[in-house]
């Protein structure tokens, strides 16, 4: 190799290695660049009241003000979607900068009042993460609040009193400070792309778009 | 010169590692015969008496087996797929037998093919560890200890099955 080969191959190495650590901590808030699924048009922040965990009233679009916040509709009594997203996000969460992971709020909305108590959601969301926001209302409320996201209603699989199944939407829908949701998190999405996303969600400045 | 371009290149592939998901290397957990299971994870019980399992299996033989039923003394085990239909509800719908064809590996894994546990005795607690039995056509019984970890711990172990 030349010597100024060997310059050029090493500054793209370099330039490789800067890039490799720009993307774990993504300082540049284009949202062509998120790794969520991009919606073609932006959702306006949903407008409701639940309960939460504490058996208090809970103003979404209020107490979420400022925050981005991960809004997602499931039940305890799923093994594998609802855990696995809520302990994705945990995970990321806490490897995050403080400053960066204490502006997003999580919200989980239950799908299966009939079995998911207060208390019942609170000890579940503690498995993941206690700041974790759990709230609770009837099914036709819920319902209500998936179909002003544009989302189907949940629907219960099985005949049992206590024994069946709930089929629901199951992305995340990430609202940003703009109090709309630009983007949602599938199932399957995966800890990089969360890692990858929240930072640019937290300091994206969608107005200019 | 060659060394330190090199250095910086394993240097990109340490940075990739740690940004990307970990692959590590598989584990067996049990065999017998020509089927042989790996990375098989029992999560714990974020709900009291709800959880899952999960495992890769591998057919060394020339023929295909079907994985017929998965039990365990801990409570119900029901084997299940992952399915969103047309209007976008997604939900589990039991697996009347696994096919694992020959000479190839079939992975249970978080958003696709998994076993749901439910109706615990008590709940799984990481750290703990459960037997399981799985019933294979041709195998016919394989029982073996799966390891008892968060919902963290086994998403971290195993990555997220990927939709797209």
């Known amino acids: 190799m030349t010597p100024i080969l060997r310059k050029a191959a090493l500054a793209a190495a370099l330039a490789t290695v800067a890039l490799s650590v720009a993307s774990c901590g993504g300082d540049s808030p284009r949202p062509g660049?998120?790794?969520?699924?991009?919606?073609?048009?932006?959702?306006?922040?949903?407008?409701?009241?639940?309960?939460?965990?504490?058996?208090?009233?809970?103003?979404?679009?209020?107490?979420?003000?400022?925050?981005?916040t991960l809004l997602f509709f499931g039940y305890t009594s799923c093994p594998d979607i609802c855990p696995v997203h809520m302990a994705n996000i945990a995970a990321v969460l806490r490897k995050l900068p403080p400053q960066t992971a204490s502006r997003v709020k999580v919200v989980m909305v239950t799908v299966d009042p009939e079995r998911d108590t207060p208390e019942r959601l609170r000890t579940w969301l503690n498995a993941f993460d206690p700041s974790f926001v759990g709230l609770t209302g009837s099914t036709e409320e819920v319902n209500g609040i998936l179909r002003s996201l544009m989302l189907p209603?949940?629907?219960?699989?099985?005949?049992?009193?206590?024994?069946?199944?709930?089929?629901?939407?199951?992305?995340?829908?990430?609202?940003?400070?703009?109090?709309?949701?630009?983007?949602?998190?599938?199932?399957?999405?995966?800890?990089?792309?969360?890692?990858?996303?929240?930072?640019?969600?937290?300091?994206?400045?969608?107005?200019?778009? | 010169?060659?060394?330190?371009?090199?250095?910086?290149?394993?240097?990109?592939?340490?940075?990739?590692?740690?940004?990307?998901?970990?692959?590590?290397?598989?584990?067996?957990?049990?065999?017998?015969?020509?089927?042989?299971?790996?990375?098989?994870?029992?999560?714990?019980?974020?709900?009291?008496?709800v959880s899952s399992l999960y495992f890769t299996i591998a057919n060394a033989a020339t023929s295909?087996?079907?994985?017929?039923?998965?039990?365990?003394?801990?409570?119900?085990?029901?084997?299940?797929?992952?399915?969103?239909?047309?209007?976008?509800?997604?939900?589990?719908?039991?697996?009347?037998?696994?096919?694992?064809?020959?000479?190839?590996?079939?992975?249970?894994?978080?958003?696709?093919?998994?076993?749901?546990?439910?109706?615990?005795?008590?709940p799984l607690v990481a750290g703990d560890s459960i037997f399981i039995v799985l019933d294979l056509a041709r195998a016919n019984l394989l029982r073996f200890r799966v390891p008892v970890l968060t919902y963290t711990e086994m998403v971290e172990r195993l990555g997220t099955l990927d939709h797209e």
């Open chain 2, 1 to 49: 010169m060659k060394q330190r371009i090199i250095g910086v290149a394993a240097l990109v592939a340490v940075l990739s590692y740690a940004c990307g998901e970990r692959q590590p290397e598989r584990v067996l957990t049990a065999s017998k015969g020509h089927i042989a299971i790996y990375d098989a994870v029992a999560t714990a019980s974020a709900a009291p008496d």
């Open chain 1, 153 to 209: 209603p949940a629907v219960k699989q099985g005949e049992g009193e206590t024994d069946y199944l709930m089929g629901h939407a199951a992305q995340v829908i990430a609202f940003t400070t703009d109090d709309r949701a630009h983007v949602v998190y599938p199932s399957g999405t995966r800890q990089v792309d969360w890692a990858h996303d929240l930072p640019l969600l937290v300091e994206a400045d969608w107005r200019s778009e």
């Open chain 1, 33 to 68: 660049e998120l790794h969520g699924a991009v919606l073609p048009a932006p959702l306006p922040k949903a407008d409701f009241t639940l309960t939460n965990t504490a058996g208090e009233p809970f103003a979404f679009r209020e107490e979420t003000q400022g925050y981005v």
């Open chain 2, 64 to 122: 295909p087996d079907t994985l017929i039923a998965v039990s365990t003394a801990a409570g119900t085990a029901s084997l299940h797929t992952v399915v969103t239909d047309s209007s976008g509800v997604t939900s589990m719908r039991p697996l009347v037998g696994l096919v694992i064809p020959a000479g190839a590996s079939v992975g249970l894994a978080p958003g696709g093919y998994h076993v749901m546990l439910t109706g615990l005795r008590r």
